[in-house]
């Protein structure tokens, strides 16, 4: 079995799945400006789930939202970009990526898209989920964009772990077998 789609299959797959994530990403940013802005947050679970509206103008936990421009833009616009891109393609036209591999950088692509246009269109992402039980169990502000990426991250350290188990295995080296008591 080849570790490798075709590349039409994956061309296929790629838009298909790019298209889908991203417009489930905007369809509930849309949802979360009509529903949850100007709102008391909504809670869930017990409070460990909560639906809540915020504009984030920076990165993960509004990393470089203060910046001044045109550093802002540099790294939260242009580099985000150049990054994407270099995951499509490299999804698309590799031939020594395997089907995990393809995944993760498709996953990461979509979602990188998802809040990319926020940030092009409305200057901030939206973002409208919260999990947690405090400190130091909860997280930022996310959204479907933030899943998506951090599913393909995810697939991504499984790869590197499953690379690391089969070298360990062809190199011979083994768990030892712990004596027998008799």
Do not use: C
Not at 65 to 71: D, H, I, L, R, S
């Amino acid at each position: 079995m080849s570790k490798l789609y075709p590349i039409k299959t994956r061309i296929f797959f790629f838009f298909v799945t790019f298209i889908t994530l991203i417009g489930l990403d905007q369809w509930t940013k849309l949802l979360a400006v009509e529903h949850l802005k100007g709102q008391m947050p909504k809670y869930y679970f017990f409070g460990t789930f909560q639906l809540t509206y915020a504009e984030n103008t920076g990165a993960w936990g509004n990393f470089g939202g203060n910046w001044e421009e045109p550093f802002k833009s540099l790294f939260l616009i242009a580099l985000p970009i150049v990054v994407l891109l270099g995951f499509g393609i490299f999804a698309l036209i590799s031939q020594k990526i395997t089907k995990i591999e393809y995944w993760a950088y498709t996953l990461i692509s979509a979602g990188g898209m998802g809040n990319l246009i926020d940030r092009i269109r409305l200057k901030y992402v939206i973002d409208f989920m919260y999990a947690g039980i405090r400190k130091p169990f909860e997280t930022n502000i996310f959204n479907i964009a933030d899943v998506v990426i951090m599913i393909g991250a995810g697939m991504m350290m499984l790869h590197i772990f499953l690379d690391w188990k089969r070298g360990k295995i062809e190199q011979g080296e083994t768990t030892p077998t712990p004596p027998s008591s008799h």
